[in-house]
């Protein structure tokens, strides 16, 4: 028999899966161009030409111990190579020891966990949030403390954040852009985050950290501003990938940097390797290290997305839908007509709608709609979209 708590977690079915499930079936009844799949966070675009050219290059090249294992932080010449662009950016003093290559944000934010979390350690996580967030703390023996974000603008509540900073609150996950509304958290509300944040480390005499998930860093549309978090808080890990930003999520690519200024810096870098170590991660894949470490001024279309982004945002608008426009991402976060979110979902699958429940994100009465798919899809959709928001008298 297995553990009785993955049993148990089994048993919570992912929504993301549900519908993609439902998808399938739907593909085979009538056909995959005629079911538009709103559903999965898997980039539609190819990587760019940078990236299958360095890609080619290396396979090519006999770079002399590529294919080994190296330092659990992975190679000296790509964490240089990071560690120079974000003191760029940040002029912080960030070197290569500051840098961890990891597999993926995923990877990234279980190897800060582990190292971070004590048992019992509470780790606050903002609602609407990615879901698999709740089961990386579980795996390092935290628990998750959820404080909902503002309904109206869904940028942070400072308020209830107050309240449920505690004694053992070890961390804080903050993701912007967001998954799934898309929102930017404005530099006024993060310094204001960071104020309490120092306020309740001197009354608890504690560290609480802050770990910063931006695989979607490089999708922002409009020219708003994302502020650089290490130029924010001081204790502060930054989690980032090149799943989205290069479209390479299949390969398991990341890193995490550990601010400069953070307490205990030397002990938290080496706590994040070992944790790299232990969990059988080892060090990040060592070819995709060396070809992003030659596409780091790389990345997707981002104009696409503002497209897609802009066509769909105007259309559940125009439909009736209320929805609050996306900053970043690749997401809308549009509210249900009715309060029962899994209804709604289930009623739109009748067009061959699919979408993900709030509910997946510990949002109920709101759905998402993810638009990193074709352009095709998204258009013809349209017709599917206006008959559902005419069942529900929306239009
Ligand atoms: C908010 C968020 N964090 C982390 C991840 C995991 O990304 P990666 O593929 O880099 O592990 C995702 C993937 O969709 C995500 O949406």
């Given at each position: 028999m297995i553990s009785k708590k993955i049993h148990t977690n089994l048993g919570k079915s992912s929504w993301i899966r549900a519908m993609f499930e439902e998808g399938e079936k739907l593909r085979q009844k009538y056909g995959a161009e005629n079911v538009f799949d709103?559903?999965?966070?898997?980039?539609?675009p190819e990587p760019p030409i940078a990236v299958k050219k360095a890609l080619k290059d290396i396979v090519s090249s006999d770079i002399p111990g590529i294919h080994k294992y190296m330092n659990n932080a992975g190679f000296d010449d790509v964490r240089d190579s990071i560690a120079k662009k974000l003191k760029e950016e940040t002029r912080l003093p960030i070197s290569k020891d500051n840098i961890i290559m990891t597999c993926g944000a995923a990877g990234g934010l279980n190897i800060a966990l582990k190292a971070l979390l004590d048992p019992g350690d509470e780790v606050i996580v903002i609602a609407p949030?990615?879901?698999e967030y709740l089961f990386y703390i579980d795996n390092h023996g935290g628990v998750p403390i959820i404080v909902n974000a503002?309904?109206?603008?869904?940028?942070?509540d400072l308020n209830a954040l107050e309240k449920s900073?505690?004694?053992?609150?070890?961390a804080i996950i903050l993701n912007s852009p967001n998954n799934p509304t898309g929102v930017i958290y404005s530099k006024e509300i993060l310094y204001e985050l960071k104020e309490l944040i120092e306020n309740k480390e001197r009354e608890f005499k504690s560290d609480i950290y802050v770990l910063s998930d931006e695989p979607y860093s490089k999708l922002v549309y409009d020219n708003v501003e994302l502020p650089n978090m290490l130029n924010i808080f001081e204790n502060i890990i930054v989690i980032n990938s090149f799943s989205k930003s290069l479209a390479l999520p299949g390969e398991r690519i990341g890193y995490a940097v550990v601010s400069p200024m953070a307490d205990d810096v030397d002990l938290l870098i080496d706590g994040l390797i070992f944790a790299n170590r232990i969990l059988g991660y080892?060090?990040?894949p060592a070819l995709f290290q060396k070809v992003i470490a030659r596409s780091l001024d790389a990345q997707v279309d981002v104009d696409t997305y503002r497209e897609k982004r802009d066509i769909l945002y105007n259309y559940f608008c125009e439909c009736g839908f209320e929805c609050i426009k996306p900053q970043g991402a690749f997401y809308l976060f549009p509210k249900t007509p009715i309060s029962d979110d899994v209804a709604f979902i289930n009623s739109a699958t009748k067009y061959n709608l699919l979408f993900v429940p709030g509910t997946g994100f510990g949002y109920p009465g709101y759905f998402r709609v993810s638009y990193c798919i074709s352009m095709d899809t998204i258009v013809n959709a349209k017709e599917s979209i206006k008959s559902l928001a005419q069942d529900y008298d929306l239009l």
């Open positions: 709103f559903t999965l966070g898997n980039p539609d949030y990615f879901a503002d309904p109206t603008t869904f940028q942070l900073i505690t004694q053992n609150t070890k080892v060090n990040a």
